[in-house]
């Protein structure tokens, strides 16, 4: 009964890594740039929208693979 648990879960964890796409890969770093952009500059509401657009980002690419990579993705209001 342990080993097929343990396989069971290995299995699931697998799974679950294999669930970024390549389009959120480049989501991510085209998150990241925005964020970086956004940390360097010294105007607070240019640093706030390029933080918005790096959620927005994220979240569009978590919702093209029909929500499977959505479980930490910020919200945009």
Do not use: W
């Amino acid at each position: 009964m342990r080993p097929t648990l343990v396989l069971l879960a290995a299995a699931a964890a697998l799974s679950v890594a294999a669930c970024e796409s390549k389009a959120d890969k480049v989501a991510e770093k085209q998150a990241d740039a925005l964020e970086a952009q956004a940390a360097a500059t010294p105007n607070e509401a240019q640093e706030t929208a390029l933080n918005r657009e790096a959620d927005k980002v994220e979240q569009q690419a978590g919702n093209a693979d029909g929500g499977a990579t959505t479980a930490n993705t910020p919200t945009t209001k």
